[in-house]
């Protein structure tokens, strides 16, 4: 991350806006208002708080996992502000956010890593693996992948019925080695479908690196040998990201067709509250990517803005610590979804079979409460 100039290629530069020295570059800056900056920095830092008290929440043994994208937080939380609310986020582990932004109740999106009875999804679905209809979000699959051809499907749903909705599918770079994600590209561009395919390239699919995921020169550069447009874009420069969404959203909703972006980051933490990175990855190569947080970059760039200082800084940490204690404080307070809900979603109209089943549990009584 050298140049902040785009080489002419856009699959082979990288496209930036923040500079090291926290200005932005007027060739590529979307110019945001002011508010909209002070959001999207909010969101970040919200992200951030969030997902290191999650951490230890599972480190406590209060949940049972957990999958952070810290040094992430640009891509989710940009993509947000670039869709409208309405467009369909199909995404990957590291994107959830995207639902608080929206405005998800955060209470009842911690409550899907509690999986207990404020939990829309009832339990069932393994932490980190948050949907919901009411912001236009899917759940992922844990499988690497199958999200890329639903994404590409249910714009292609769009088009037929002429919605103006634009669909958003995520991946891993570890997922660009799937059959999904070339069986998603290639419908994708031959049915000029409204969506745009983002890979996060955060370097590691768990301990595998990029390198033994891909002999292209760049993640972006496949994009043309399927025939759609595609963008290397500086995923820790909330900026650039922006921008390159906002245009690839506007081509999909003119009828345009899709994009593929690959958004270059780094997954700072472990792959998950499972997994050990030490074993895999150096200390110095985590650090160098530590230097390029998203966080800290655009902090530099909103404080030379007079946007943030230290004082206002301290008080809005303060402040989404509070917000996040209330919402967990809440949540605990509530147990395991009630038994009997094993039952409900599974039919429309439940058989007489589960009906004596659901009434044989219900007549034992309750198991008791863990420890
Ligand atoms: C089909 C399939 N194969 C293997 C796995 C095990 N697995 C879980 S996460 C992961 C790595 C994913 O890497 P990447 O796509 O780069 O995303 P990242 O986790 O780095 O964000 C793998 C191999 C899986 N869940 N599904």
Same mark, same amino acid.
């Given at each position: 991350?050298?140049?902040?100039?785009?080489?002419?290629?856009?699959?082979?530069?990288l496209?930036?806006?923040?500079?090291?020295?926290?200005s932005s570059?007027?060739?590529?800056?979307p110019?945001?208002?002011?508010?909209q900056?002070?959001?999207?920095y909010?969101?970040?830092?919200?992200v951030?708080?969030?997902?290191?008290?999650?951490v230890?929440?599972?480190?406590?043994?209060r949940i049972g996992?957990y999958?952070s994208c810290t040094?992430?937080?640009a891509t989710?939380?940009?993509?947000?502000?670039?869709?409208?609310p309405?467009?369909?986020v199909?995404p990957a582990l590291r994107?959830?956010?995207?639902?608080?932004y929206?405005?998800?109740p955060?209470?009842?999106?911690?409550?899907q890593?509690?999986?207990?009875?404020?939990d829309?999804?009832?339990?069932?679905?393994?932490?980190?693996?948050m949907?919901s209809?009411?912001v236009?979000?899917?759940?992922?699959?844990?499988?690497i992948g /199958?999200?890329?051809?639903?994404?590409?499907?249910?714009?292609?749903?769009a088009?037929?019925?002429?919605? /103006?909705?634009?669909?958003v599918g995520?991946?891993?770079?570890g997922a660009?080695?799937q /059959?999904?994600f070339?069986a998603?590209?290639?419908?994708?561009?031959?049915y000029?479908?409204p969506?745009?395919?983002?890979?996060?390239?955060n370097h590691?699919s768990?301990?595998?690196p990029?390198?033994?995921?891909?002999?292209s020169?760049?993640?972006?550069?496949?994009a043309?040998?399927y025939?759609?447009?595609?963008?290397r874009?500086?995923?820790?420069?909330?900026?650039?990201v922006y921008a390159a969404?906002?245009?690839a959203?506007?081509?999909?909703?003119?009828g345009?067709?899709p994009?593929?972006?690959?958004?270059?980051?780094?997954r700072i933490g472990?792959?998950?509250?499972?997994?050990?990175?030490?074993?895999?990855?150096?200390?110095?190569e985590?650090a160098?990517w530590?230097?390029?947080d998203p966080?800290?970059?655009f902090?530099?760039?909103?404080t030379?803005?007079?946007?943030?200082?230290e004082?206002s800084d301290?008080?809005?940490?303060?402040e989404?610590?509070?917000?996040?204690?209330?919402?967990?404080?809440?949540?605990?307070?509530?147990?395991?979804p009630a038994?009997e809900t094993?039952?409900?979603d599974?039919?429309?109209?439940?058989?007489?079979?589960?009906e004596e089943?659901?009434?044989e549990?219900?007549?034992?009584?309750?198991?008791?409460?863990?420890?």
């Amino acid at each position: 991350m050298t140049s902040s100039a785009p080489a002419s290629d856009p699959t082979l530069g990288l496209l930036r806006v923040l500079r090291d020295d926290g200005s932005s570059d007027p060739a590529t800056d979307p110019m945001l208002p002011q508010a909209q900056l002070l959001r999207l920095y909010r969101e970040m830092r919200r992200v951030r708080v969030l997902e290191g008290r999650m951490v230890a929440l599972q480190r406590q043994g209060r949940i049972g996992f957990y999958g952070s994208c810290t040094g992430q937080e640009a891509t989710p939380i940009a993509v947000a502000a670039a869709t409208q609310p309405t467009d369909w986020v199909f995404p990957a582990l590291r994107e959830s956010s995207i639902m608080l932004y929206r405005g998800f109740p955060l209470v009842r999106y911690l409550a899907q890593v509690f999986g207990n009875s404020l939990d829309f999804l009832k339990g069932r679905q393994m932490p980190s693996h948050m949907s919901s209809r009411s912001v236009h979000q899917v759940s992922w699959s844990s499988c690497i992948g /199958p999200q890329l051809p639903q994404a590409v499907g249910a714009a292609w749903a769009a088009k037929l019925r002429k919605e /103006p909705t634009v669909t958003v599918g995520f991946m891993g770079d570890g997922a660009t080695s799937q /059959p999904d994600f070339h069986a998603a590209m290639n419908f994708a561009a031959v049915y000029r479908v409204p969506c745009v395919l983002i890979c996060q390239n955060n370097h590691w699919s768990i301990s595998v690196p990029t390198a033994r995921q891909t002999a292209s020169q760049t993640i972006a550069v496949k994009a043309k040998a399927y025939g759609m447009p595609g963008v290397r874009v500086d995923g820790n420069d909330v900026l650039a990201v922006y921008a390159a969404v906002s245009d690839a959203v506007a081509a999909a909703r003119a009828g345009k067709g899709p994009t593929f972006i690959e958004s270059v980051t780094y997954r700072i933490g472990a792959h998950s509250t499972s997994d050990d990175p030490t074993r895999y990855r150096s200390e110095a190569e985590v650090a160098e990517w530590a230097a390029k947080d998203p966080i800290d970059r655009f902090r530099r760039y909103l404080t030379r803005l007079g946007l943030v200082t230290e004082q206002s800084d301290q008080q809005l940490e303060a402040e989404l610590n509070d917000e996040i204690t209330h919402a967990i404080t809440e949540v605990e307070r509530h147990g395991p979804p009630a038994r009997e809900t094993l039952f409900d979603d599974v039919y429309a109209v439940r058989p007489w079979f589960l009906e004596e089943q659901r009434a044989e549990l219900l007549a034992q009584p309750p198991a008791p409460a863990p420890h």
